[in-house]
């Protein structure tokens, strides 16, 4: 994979933000690349993540945030604001089990837990605090 200017601002990007929507790291590339596109934008994603430089969050009904490859772990997504973080859990072993079970081949696996992050869940009781 060729290094670029943009390949390596989506690479900072993504270190600093640790997750991103593809909108949302457009509105930061228009910042240090006055002219770039958002065709630009999903190319290099796609040509990084074929690469395994960054890999693809598929978040049910919601739109995918990209992260840099790290080892296997799982997310946990704030269905309040949107928030993704990760947490370390042990998928190796999920795959295994899942693989033994219907003698199935897994190819790739994508854990999400969804529910209400600590900031969320502290403002929701405010709310109801004061009812």
Not at 32 to 43: G, P, Q, V
Not at 82 to 89: L, M, P, T, Y
């Amino acid at each position: 994979m060729k290094v670029t200017p943009q390949r390596v601002a989506i690479a900072d990007i993504l270190y600093t933000k640790g997750h991103i929507s593809i909108d949302s790291l457009y509105e930061i590339m228009l910042k240090k690349f006055d002219s770039i596109s958002l065709a630009t934008i999903y190319k290099n994603v796609n040509i990084m993540t074929q690469n395994t430089f960054i890999q693809e969050v598929k978040i049910p009904n919601s739109k995918s945030v990209y992260e840099l490859t790290k080892a296997s772990h799982a997310h946990l997504v704030c269905e309040q604001c949107s928030s993704v973080e990760d947490i370390d859990f042990d998928v190796e072993n999920l795959t295994k089990y899942a693989s033994s079970i219907k003698s199935f081949d897994v190819e790739s696996v994508n854990v999400i837990f969804t529910g209400m992050c600590i900031d969320c869940k502290e403002t929701y009781e405010k709310k109801e605090y004061k009812g």
